[in-house]
C-alpha cells in the first residue's frame, strides 16, 4: 500500500500543478423545438465538463470557456443531441441557438457505475443497464425491491415465510455477492441487506444502474456478483408531486401508501434540494388460514432530500440525507406483545443514512478532483420465538421468565478521494486515467440473551484503485484496472485486476472483460439471519478457520440497435462464467447448548456459475416499448454440500433455478392514456425442507422440493388531465399485481412450521387504485 500511496501524491501534485483560468469567453442563447422553449435542456462543452442547463425559459449562459475551437451540446432525453462548433477568443461573448427534434427512443443514457466516471452506454467498455424512476412507477413498484425483478439476470426472492426478508440474486449468485450501492456509495452493509431494499421507497429514486458480474470489481469486494447502484433525485426543476394508492391482497388485506416529492432550484442554478417522504402501512395475510402470516404487517415512514451547491465556478457539493423507520410483524397473535404468540418475528428497525461529495475541475476542464464521506446507522430492536409447548415446563417457564429478544446496533462508514486526469493524445487516443483509495468500516452487534446468541463483527477494509480507460480509437476502448484491499478478516493484501474491451461499428457494439475478487471470511446478510426449522431455532455460525473465497470472472457479449425514424430495436446477447474457489458453503452441524439447530459456514472445494442472457426492446414512436430478458444458467459446486444430516447432499446451488426472465410493454399516447403489462418467469429451484417428526404441520423429515416454475403478471392502467390553469396535472390509476394469482400453495402450517419454505412470487393477487398530483 506505501507504493500505492505514494503514486496517489504524485497523481495529486500533478494535478494540482495545473490551475483553471478565467477567460471571461461566455456563450449564450435559447433551445427550442418546434417554435416552444425547452426547459431543463443539457448545454455543454464537447470533451469538458464544462456545462449547464437552460432555464424554465429556455435560455442558458456558459461562462469561463475555454478557448480555441469546441464543439457545444445541447441534449435532453426523448431529443436527438445538437452539436455545433465554434471558435471560442477570450473575452468575447457569442449567442448560440439551438433547435431539436424529438427521438423515439433514447439509447444512450449517461452512466456512471460501469467505469466510476461518467460515459454514455455505448461508450461504456462495461455493460450498463438502466431501470429510470418513470419505468417502477409505470409498473407500480412501490419500493426498491418491487422493481430490481425487471432487470435482465437479476432475481428478487423472499426467503423468510414469517418476517419475509428479501435477497437479490445476481447471475446465479446469493446475496452476499451483490455489491448495492447508494448514489455510488456501498454504504448498505451486510445488516442493511437484510431489510433494506424493501425500506427504500421507489419515490426517492432518480434511476437504477446495475453492472452484472465482475466487471465493477472496482468497487470492492462485493461485487462479485455484480453492482446495483441506486441513483436518487437529483433537483433539476421547481415542482412538486403527491399520491396515494390502495390495494387490496387477495381479497382479504390492505396496502395504503402515501407518498410526496418537491424540489426546488434557484434562479441562477447553483443551488437545489429535493425532498420526498413515504408512509405505507401493509395489513398481515395469512394465505393458509392457519392463523400464522405468509406476509408479514408491515409500517414504513420513510423521509429523505437530496441536494447541490455551486459555491463557485467549477466546484460542487451534492448532499443527501435519508431517514428510514420500519416495523414488521410475522407469525400469530400480532394483536399482543411477540413473546405471547405461538411463533413469531418482530422488527424494529430505525435506520439513518447519508453522504456528502464535494468536487471540482481544473486544468481546462481535464483533471478533476473529488473527496467524498457516506454513513448509515441502524438501530433495531427484535423478537424471535416460539412458545414451547406447556408440558415442557421448564422450557415454558424459562420463556416467560427470559423471553427471546434482542438488540441490534449497526455503523458502517466510508470516505475516500477520486482524482481523474485526461490525456487528449495518448498514443493516437484518448486516455481517461481514475485513481481512488477508500476506507470503509462496519460494525455490527446483535444480541439475544435467551439463545446466548451474539455477532459481534468490525470490519476495516482500506483500498485503492486505478483504471486506465483508452479510446485508442472511434471503435475500439480498452478498459484495464486494479484494485488492492486490505482487510482486517485477511491476511494478506489482496489485488483484483480487471480488463474489459469494446469495438463498436455501426449499431453494433461487442465487448468482452475478464476479473477477479474476493470475499472476506465474514457474515453477510443471510448469515445473520436467524430461522424457524425443524421445530426450533437454526442459526448461521461461521468455522473457525473460515478464510476468504477467491472468484475469476469473464463475460462477453454482443449489442445492437436498430434505429429509424419512428421505430427502433435492439437485442443484448451475454455469456457469462464465474469460477469460485474455496466457495463458502452452509451445512448442518447439529445443535447448540440450547437446542437450536445449527448451519455452519465451511469452506468447500469451488464451484462454477455460467450461463447467458437475451435481452431485446422495441419501440415505436415513443408510446409503445416492449423490454425484456430471458437468463439460461447453471451454478454447481464441485462436491456435495450436506444441507441436512438427515438427507443426501447436492452439488445444485440451493434456490437457484435455471432459467428466468421478465418483460415491461407500456403504452403511452398523448391523450392522457397510460397501461403497462409486466411480468417475471422463475423456473423450477430446489429448495430445503425442513421437518418435524409427529408435527401435523410439517414433513415427517426433511425433503428436497424441486418446485414448479411460476409466471408473475401485472397490468396497470392510468389517466391523466392537464389542469393549465392551475398548472398541475391529475391522474388516476389502477390495476391487478399477479393476475393469475401464481402464489405458492404448500406452505407449512401451525407453529412449528419451516419459515424458509417459501418461493414464488411475493404477493398472492393484489387490486389496486390510486390518485396522483403533479406539477406541470
Not at 392463523?291 to 441536494?307: D, I, P, T
Amino acid at each position: 500500500m506505501n507504493k500505492v500511496f505514494k503514486l496517489s501524491i504524485v497523481f495529486l501534485s500533478l494535478c494540482f500543478s495545473i490551475s483553471a483560468q478565467k477567460t471571461d469567453a461566455n456563450i449564450f442563447g435559447d433551445v427550442q423545438s418546434n417554435g416552444d422553449h425547452l426547459p431543463m435542456v443539457s448545454v455543454y462543452v464537447k470533451g469538458t465538463t464544462k456545462g449547464t442547463a437552460t432555464d424554465m425559459s429556455g435560455h442558458y449562459m456558459l461562462i469561463d470557456l475555454p478557448l480555441g475551437d469546441q464543439t457545444i451540446v445541447a441534449n435532453i432525453m426523448g431529443f436527438k443531441p445538437v452539436e455545433k462548433k465554434v471558435n471560442i477568443e477570450a473575452g468575447k461573448a457569442i449567442e448560440l441557438n439551438f433547435e431539436l427534434v424529438e427521438e423515439v427512443m433514447t439509447i444512450d443514457d449517461v452512466v456512471i457505475t460501469g467505469t466510476k466516471t461518467f460515459k454514455r452506454k455505448t461508450e461504456s467498455p462495461v455493460i450498463v443497464n438502466v431501470l429510470e424512476g418513470k419505468t417502477l412507477e409505470l409498473i407500480q413498484a412501490s419500493t426498491l425491491s418491487e422493481g430490481l425483478s425487471f432487470q435482465p439476470g437479476l432475481r428478487l426472492e423472499t426467503d423468510c415465510q414469517t418476517c419475509n426478508y428479501t435477497q437479490l440474486r445476481m447471475n446465479g449468485l446469493g446475496g452476499g455477492y451483490s455489491q448495492i450501492l447508494i448514489n455510488s456509495r456501498p454504504v448498505f452493509s451486510p445488516l442493511t441487506g437484510l431489510y433494506g431494499l424493501e425500506q427504500i421507497p421507489a419515490n426517492m429514486i432518480e434511476r437504477i444502474e446495475v453492472v452484472r458480474g465482475g466487471a465493477s470489481a472496482l468497487y470492492g469486494a462485493g461485487a462479485i456478483g455484480g453492482t446495483v447502484n441506486v441513483i436518487t433525485k437529483v433537483p433539476n426543476k421547481n415542482t412538486f408531486s403527491a399520491s396515494t394508492n390502495y390495494g387490496v391482497i387477495n381479497g382479504s388485506a390492505a396496502d395504503r401508501q402515501i407518498t410526496a416529492n418537491a424540489s426546488v432550484v434557484t434562479d441562477r442554478r447553483n443551488a437545489g434540494l429535493s425532498i420526498f417522504a413515504t408512509h405505507r402501512n401493509r395489513d398481515s395475510y395469512d394465505h393458509n388460514d392457519d392463523g400464522y402470516s405468509e406476509m408479514a404487517h408491515l409500517k414504513n415512514n420513510s423521509f429523505g432530500l437530496n441536494g447541490f451547491i455551486l459555491p463557485a465556478p467549477n466546484h460542487k457539493i451534492e448532499y443527501n440525507l435519508s431517514s428510514m423507520y420500519e416495523y414488521r410483524y410475522g407469525g400469530n397473535k400480532e394483536e399482543g406483545p411477540a413473546f405471547l404468540a405461538d411463533q413469531s418475528e418482530e422488527r424494529t428497525h430505525n435506520v439513518l443514512i447519508g453522504g456528502v461529495d464535494y468536487s471540482f475541475n481544473f486544468n481546462n476542464n481535464l483533471s478533476s478532483f473529488a473527496a467524498f464521506f457516506a454513513g448509515q446507522n441502524t438501530d433495531r430492536d427484535h423478537y424471535t420465538g416460539i412458545m414451547p409447548d406447556e408440558d415442557d415446563q421448564p422450557a415454558y417457564d424459562e420463556h416467560f421468565k427470559n423471553p427471546p429478544y434482542g438488540v441490534t446496533a449497526n455503523q458502517t462508514y466510508i470516505g475516500g478521494i477520486q482524482m481523474n486526469h485526461m490525456l487528449s493524445n495518448f498514443l493516437g487516443g484518448k486516455n481517461n486515467l481514475t485513481f481512488g483509495m477508500e476506507h470503509n468500516y462496519d460494525d455490527v452487534k446483535d444480541e439475544i440473551d435467551a439463545y446466548d446468541y451474539l455477532v459481534d463483527q468490525t470490519t476495516n477494509n482500506t483500498g485503492a484503485y486505478l483504471q486506465s480507460d483508452w479510446a485508442i480509437t472511434k471503435s475500439f476502448t480498452l478498459l484495464t484496472g486494479v484494485r488492492g484491499d486490505q482487510h482486517n478478516l485477511v491476511d494478506n493484501l489482496i489485488w483484483s485486476p480487471r480488463v474489459s474491451g469494446l469495438y463498436k461499428k455501426n449499431n453494433w457494439q461487442m465487448r468482452a472483460s475478464w476479473s477477479t475478487g474476493f470475499r472476506p471470511p465474514q457474515a453477510f446478510d443471510s448469515d445473520l439471519h436467524i430461522a424457524f426449522a425443524g421445530g426450533g431455532i437454526q442459526r448461521v455460525v461461521l468455522a473457525d478457520n473460515l478464510k476468504e473465497e477467491r472468484s475469476q470472472s469473464t463475460s462477453a457479449s454482443v449489442n445492437y440497435d436498430y434505429p429509424t425514424e419512428h421505430f427502433i430495436l435492439g437485442f443484448t446477447l451475454e455469456g457469462f462464467y464465474t469460477r469460485l474457489d474455496d466457495a463458502f458453503i452452509l451445512e448442518e452441524a447439529g445443535t447448540d447448548s440450547n437446542g437450536n439447530s445449527i448451519l455452519e459456514k465451511r469452506n468447500g472445494d469451488g464451484s462454477t456459475v455460467q450461463g447467458g442472457t437475451f435481452e431485446l426492446r422495441a419501440n415505436y414512436n415513443r408510446r409503445v416499448q416492449l423490454e425484456g430478458g430471458l437468463t439460461l444458467q447453471t451454478s454447481k459446486y464441485d462436491s456435495e454440500v450436506f444441507w441436512s444430516e438427515d438427507y443426501a447432499g447436492t452439488t445444485d446451488y440451493l434456490r437457484t433455478p435455471e432459467q428466468y426472465g421478465y418483460y415491461t410493454l407500456t403504452y403511452t399516447p398523448r391523450n392522457g392514456i397510460k397501461a403497462a403489462l409486466s411480468g417475471v418467469y422463475t423456473g423450477s429451484m430446489l429448495v430445503p425442507h425442513y421437518g418435524v417428526p409427529g408435527d401435523v404441520g410439517t414433513p415427517e423429515m426433511d425433503e428436497l422440493v424441486k418446485t414448479s416454475s411460476f409466471f408473475e403478471n401485472n397490468i396497470k392502467v392510468s389517466y391523466d388531465w392537464d389542469w393549465l390553469e392551475k398548472g398541475i396535472s391529475i391522474e388516476v390509476f389502477g390495476g391487478v399485481q399477479n393476475i393469475f394469482n401464481q402464489y405458492q400453495n404448500d406452505f407449512d402450517t401451525g407453529k412449528n412450521r419451516d419459515s424458509g419454505y417459501i418461493y414464488g412470487p411475493s404477493r398472492p393477487r393484489t387490486i389496486f387504485i390510486g390518485l396522483k398530483l403533479a406539477s406541470l
